[in-house]
């Protein structure tokens, strides 16, 4: 990975998140067929023996019936330890950019430039007495497969934070300069122009929005006046979050700014 972000002039490396492949299950694969083996052979012996002395080879059925079905187990073990086995994998970000490498094959490097976005997505987990949160990133670039960081990953939430406060950190002034030239940004979900925000076919003017925030993991549009949020997504529907967020607070409070006063003169 350092070989391959310096060759990206990425920059020092910020975040390093990994998998840990699971242990090979040994002693399920081994112990049926400890056991299945032997009793498949006293099965076959027996079932020959009784067919050369009293011509009844059924006697050995039962070891033979165990044995089969020990050694097939161990086989199922088998296939499906070696189907879900997966390759470590490594995800770093640093300064200009993001490295994934999965052993045994090359790295892949992106600046932020070479990204279209990021979402990501907490979920709060509870039986009532216990709760925990999981957490998924996924990191789109313009070329190449979508990267996903979950909870398999080492250290993932303290990661997701800071590659989102650097990502941010870049696109935001980007994206700001184009709300100023009068585009229309999408955030896959939503889209935010100069004079509004926006979901698939409906859209609300800066001048009617009262707050944009995120309450538990859903992104909520609210109009003045009306107590249900104008509009809801789901946090993993919106493309670069943390961006979208700050432009769209600039924009209503600009939009505040420009609101005429009761007492200002026509």
Request: charged share 25%; glycine share 10%.
């Amino acid at each position: 990975m350092r070989r391959v972000a310096s060759e990206f002039e990425l920059g020092s490396r910020q975040g390093l998140v990994w998998t840990e492949p699971k242990r090979f299950p040994w002693l399920v694969v081994l112990l049926p067929t400890l056991v299945g083996l032997p009793a498949l052979w006293l099965g076959i012996s027996a079932a020959l023996e009784g067919a050369r002395s009293d011509g009844a080879w059924y006697f050995g059925l039962p070891l033979l019936i165990v044995g089969i079905a020990m050694v097939a187990a161990a086989g199922y073990f088998l296939f499906l330890a070696l189907r879900r086995r997966q390759a470590q994998v490594w995800v770093g970000h640093y300064q200009h950019g993001i490295v994934r490498e999965v052993a045994g094959q090359v790295p892949e490097a992106y600046t932020w430039d070479e990204l279209d976005g990021i979402r990501r997505s907490s979920t709060r987990v509870t039986n009532g007495i216990t709760g925990v949160t999981t957490h998924e990133l996924w990191i789109d670039p313009r070329e190449g497969a979508e990267i996903t960081v979950t909870d398999a990953y080492k250290g993932v939430a303290r990661f997701i934070e800071e590659l989102d406060e650097n990502f941010t950190r870049v696109r935001l002034p980007q994206d700001r300069d184009r709300l100023k030239a009068g585009e229309r940004i999408d955030f896959f979900g939503a889209h935010l122009d100069p004079t509004g925000v926006g979901y698939l076919g409906h859209r609300l003017g800066w001048h009617e929005v009262e707050r944009v925030a995120v309450e538990h993991g859903w992104l909520e549009i609210h109009r003045h006046g009306e107590r249900k949020p104008w509009a809801r997504l789901p946090v993993a529907a919106v493309q670069n979050l943390s961006v979208f967020l700050a432009l769209a607070t600039t924009m209503r409070q600009e939009a505040v700014a420009k609101r005429p006063r009761p007492n200002d003169p026509a």
